[in-house]
């Protein structure tokens, strides 16, 4: 621990802070051999209590800054120490040759001849800092005393908060947080920097309300969404983690608000359709959506579906100006849900009909597939009655969209489980359709949209049922180490087995699909 953080960083200095950072990770990998949560070992116990306690919150602070500076080693070779007339003598140049081969293998990623580093190891330091970290916050609490590497995390604050910590917190320090959010931006590519940024954002306020208060935002927001759009070739606990973060941002109003403000220019990685021009939130938007259709064709993952609805919800009654293709995309993915609710209905109808000719083959439960699609549907509905009665006069693309597909909507109407919600709904149709009617047949795109803005004036608001507000908040499970503890020691594997192992020589504990 020493080591790690009284030692400065220099080229001669690189490699043995990267060794003693990954010697800590190896003595607490006990992990890696057993399938169960381990509660405590020895490490737990010297890391925890004794001389290591001191030392708690300069270690976090220096693995941070570790992960923010993101140096890259010294080549190969390099030295600090002008060698002497004889060559430095044996023990110097045994030194430098093994310098010099570690290198290679971290720059080489451990493969052969293979020319480029891959990106998470641009920085062996930085890599195993971030690790490290995540680890030590990962670790459960002592009988006695709470996880001091945890509450070190939670509680720091930015380098230009003059405000004195409370004398409850004990292990907090400050940090500039100008730069970690730029390092934080900067690394999303990988599993790890999503594990970071979702625990600061979730357990240290401090961090969650600068970055809410940032005027960049798109910079943290576009790399989340590119890890969704690219969902194919994520791991399914990254896009959780990006879901999540997601969430937690949505549940403040001023961040539902400025997105909308925020206008992007170019999406190139979106390649659906060519957006030009569009807001955060209409992007937010479609690349939410498009997740919910993926999984409802590929993974069918009921939690995926509500972390992604909340996300909406939480932002609907804060809607603005939606892009034409953002409102298109929520009407087609109810038209999605409807057809799917369709075909489960008429499934379910066949199978009671041919249980009554035979009573030995077993029913398969479409009551339990019906109830779920039913719930998606009331939650869709809740969206966008969310979005009409709090800022219709903001959205007349949506309302364009409502008209155009607006036989979608018919067989809810009098559905027993969607009647409340769909009053306002069908009250926003009747109103704009009857306005259509009497602006003749055959009009533009541009006059519909016209009739529309007008009538959103007329329109009586206080024939508008008012429901309570949509707020989803995250809650972490009761017992987070379940996930996150194999989550973590995955990722520590999967980084080091390129650099030191052969993974056949190490038994790695399996990790359930749910």
Partial sequence: MQLITDIPLLDITYEISVEAISTMVVF?????????????????KYLMQGPCLPYTSKLVKTLLYNFIRQEKPPPPGAHIYPQQSDGGGLLYGLASGVATGLWTVFTLGGVGSKA??????????????????????????????????????MSFKNTQDSSPFPSSIPHAFQINFNSL??????????????????TLLHQNSN????????????????????????????????????????LILTEDDGF?????????????????????????????????????????TRTRDKYLHTNCLAALANMSAQFRSLHQYAAQRIISLFSLLSKKHNKVLEQATQSLRGSLSSDDVPLPDYAQDLNVIEEVIRMMLEI?????????????????????KRDLFEQFRTHPSFQDIMQNI??????????????????????????????VVALPKDRLKKFPELKFKYVEEEQPEEFFIPYVWSLVYNSAVGLYWNPQD??????DSD
């Avoid at 891959?118 to 920085?123: D, G, K, M, V, Y």
């Avoid at 959010?181 to 970071?196: M, N, P, R, V």
């Avoid at 966008?384 to 155009?404: E, G, K, Q, R, W």
Wanted: with cysteine.
């Fill in 28 to 44: 607490l990998s006990c992990q890696l051999f057993h399938k169960e949560i381990l509660r405590q070992s020895i490490s737990h």
């Fill in 116 to 153: 480029a580093a891959s990106p998470e190891l641009s920085s062996p330091l930085a890599n195993q800092s971030l690790l490290l970290l995540l680890v030590l916050a990962n670790l459960t609490d002592a009988p006695d005393a709470p996880n001091p590497y945890r509450q070190a995390i």
């Fill in 181 to 198: 959010y730029t390092a934080l931006c900067e690394q999303q590519t990988s599993d790890q920097a999503t594990l970071l940024l979702y």
């Fill in 207 to 246: 961090v969650r309300t600068y970055m809410l208060a940032r005027t960049d935002m798109e910079n943290l927001v576009l790399p989340i969404l590119e890890i969704l759009y690219h969902v194919e070739e994520r791991n399914s606990h990254h896009v959780y983690m990006a879901l999540i973060i997601l």
């Fill in 256 to 296: 539902n608000r400025s997105i909308h403000e925020v206008i992007l220019k170019n999406i190139t990685w979106y390649s659906e359709r060519v957006l030009t021009e569009i807001s955060l939130g209409s992007l937010l938007i479609l690349v939410v959506i498009r997740t919910i259709q993926y999984n409802m």
């Fill in 384 to 404: 966008i009655n969310s979005c009409l009665t709090n800022s219709l006069h903001h959205n007349p693309n949506l309302v364009y969209a409502l008209l155009y």
């Fill in 426 to 455: 069908d009250l926003v149709i009747t109103f704009f359709s009857s306005r259509l009617l009497q602006a003749g047949a055959e009009l533009s795109v541009e006059r519909v949209l016209e009739i529309i803005k007008q009538g």
């Fill in 506 to 511: 190490v038994q790695l504990f399996t990790m």
